[in-house]
């Protein structure tokens, strides 16, 4: 199983990314799908999750601003982020629970990582 992450990059203080993240692999089924960064020198933080249903959650410091989807046919997951600051640049993961098999029990898969620098 692999997780690619992409879309980061460069962009100045109130602008916008859109990250990906594909899984391929032997999957079997995904559930929570999961946005983490990790900024230089601070631990790894949650952003926002997605539940298989839809159901959404997000860090206090993104409300507002970012947006968690998946499209369940692909196996991927997005990150929609608006009004990007200074503060929101670090390397961001994606991480999914997912299943091999029906008998295999849920594990968690990260991706590579994609850099998001936001200048002021």
């Known amino acids: 199983v692999q997780l690619q992450a992409s879309g980061g990059g460069l962009v100045q203080a109130g602008g916008s990314l859109r990250l990906s993240c594909a899984a391929s692999?032997?999957?079997?089924?995904?559930?929570?799908m999961d946005w983490y960064r990790q900024a230089p020198g601070k631990q790894r933080e949650l952003v926002a999750t997605?539940?298989?249903?839809?159901?959404?959650n997000y860090a206090d410091s993104v409300k507002g601003r970012f947006t968690i989807s998946r499209d369940n046919a692909k196996n991927t997951v997005y990150l929609e982020m608006n009004s990007l600051k200074p503060e929101d640049t670090a390397v961001y993961f994606c991480?999914?629970?997912?299943?091999?098999?029906?008998?295999?029990?849920?594990?968690?898969?990260w991706g590579q990582g994609t850099q998001v620098t936001v200048s002021s």
């Open positions: 997605v539940t298989r249903a839809g159901t959404t």
């Open positions: 991480n999914h629970i997912l299943k091999t098999s029906s008998w295999s029990p849920g594990r968690n898969y």
């Open positions: 692999g032997s999957i079997f089924s995904i559930s929570d």
